[in-house]
């Protein structure tokens, strides 16, 4: 069974940094590419950050800059460096695997609390 593990999440002031780690097991993703998505309170699921199984990242617009995604192969885990957070950046952030272009549902963890205080 496939399980998405988030963790690190917490309460920051603005300014501050944190970094987010979703572990991966039940399988190898190493060839997939995997995703951190954010809902903010009454917004709609977004996409933050994307990386590709060869490490090509794209980031949402309002996170360019700031955070970083990379990923650990070996360890089947993906991370979410945030750096320079501001209170629009409170959401619970979600870990995905798309798989949907393969006929397949996503992927997805439990999510995990970000706060930021301004």
């Known amino acids: 069974q496939v399980q998405l593990v988030e963790s690190g999440g917490g309460l920051v002031q603005a300014g501050g940094s944190l970094r987010l780690s979703c572990a991966a097991s039940?399988?190898?993703?190493?060839?997939?590419?995997m995703a951190w998505y954010r809902q903010g309170p009454g917004r709609r699921r977004e996409l933050v950050a994307r990386?590709?199984?060869?490490?090509?990242?794209n980031y949402a617009d309002s996170v360019k800059g700031r955070f970083t995604i990379s990923r650990d192969n070996a360890k089947n885990t993906v991370y979410l460096q945030m750096n320079s957070l501001k209170p629009e950046d409170t959401a619970v952030y979600y870990c995905?695997?798309?798989?949907?272009?393969?006929?397949?549902?996503?992927?997805w963890g439990q999510g995990t609390q970000v706060t930021v205080s301004s």
């Open positions: 995905n695997v798309p798989r949907s272009h393969l006929g397949f549902p996503d992927y």
């Open positions: 039940g399988s190898t993703f190493t060839f997939y590419a």
């Open positions: 990386i590709t199984s060869g490490g090509t990242t």
